[in-house]
């Protein structure tokens, strides 16, 4: 049977809201956090996006859970490097209980500082050698490294936890899926696509953990909060290469008026079904998940927390 994480999403919620939101998930009883690593949020209307790294040293204190990036990219707007030393004090404030989750990025947050977007091979490449940099400092040792797309100089971590910290990679497609089974320490998805974790287990992933999330919006309206989830995450529908490519909030907002309510509510659960709550969950468990984290769209946090704690969580478990 999966663990039933919370997702948190710093695209939508301040700092404050994302630490209580984190200890209500606690106290409805899930089992891990995931958090969104974003400069920008998708959209004007989602209005947030807080330094991560600041973020999870407030829930180190405010929660006991597991607590993975969902997912950080540590190849353009922040150097391998610098990456692996928020993630090895994450990990030594929470006392191991951090996981370390990557992806090869957008344009959207990584071209801020002007650097070219490359293209989906050569970020995968950016990514694997960004993995191999880490790998080396989380043991503590000094590190030199010239390689293809990073240069090192006589970096160490001083503050590192007593364990390496593991290293999930983020995968939509079969190139980032093997490359998550030959480096990762575990594989990350947002669809319960079978094919997917058995590529993931047969190309070397063996026993290591599949992760995987998706979006609802609890509330007693549906009608309601299909509006919400189609003011609020229409960009979740867009098809393709949309989501890697475009650079900025107003270009996602153009885009998205392509999606229509009548689309959201064919592909978003909304509304106070338990069984269809249960059964967007349970698709994951089918397809071989081992964790499986949720995300509340819009303001009834508390109501979703109350809804999941009494009648989805008890069915999944």
Sequence with gaps: MPEYGYFLSCEEFGPADLVEQARMAEQAGFQALWISDHYHPWNDAQGQSPFVWSVIGALSQAVSLPIETAVTCPTVRMHPAVVAQAAATSAVMTNGR?????????????????????????????????????????????????????????????????????????????????????????????????????????????????????????????????????????????????????????????????????????????GDDVDEHVRTLTAFADAGFDRVYVNQIGPDQRGFFDFYRTKVLPRLQ
Excluded at 101 to 108: C, M, P, V
Excluded at 134 to 147: C, I, K
Excluded at 201 to 212: A, D, L
């Design 98 to 270: 951090f996981r370390l989750g990557i992806g090869s990025g957008e344009a959207l947050n990584e071209h801020i500082l002007g650097d070219a977007w490359p293209p989906a091979a050569v970020r995968l490449e950016m990514l694997e050698e960004s993995v191999q940099i880490m790998r080396r400092l989380f043991t503590g040792e000094e590190v030199t490294h010239d390689g293809t797309h990073y240069k090192v100089e006589n970096a160490r971590l001083y503050t590192v936890p007593d364990e390496p910290v593991p290293i999930d990679i983020s995968g939509f497609g079969p190139k980032a899926t093997s490359l998550a089974s030959r480096v990762g320490d575990g594989f990350i998805t947002m669809m319960p696509d079978e094919s997917m974790v058995e590529q993931f287990r047969k190309g070397g992933g063996g026993t290591k953990p599949v992760s995987g999330g998706t979006k609802v919006c609890y509330g007693t309206d549906r009608a309601e909060a299909v509006r919400t989830v189609h003011r609020l995450w229409a960009n979740q529908l867009l098809p393709g290469e949309m989501a890697q490519i475009l650079p900025t909030p107003s270009h996602f907002e153009q885009a998205q008026e392509l999606v229509t309510e009548e689309m959201v509510g064919e592909n978003t659960v909304c």
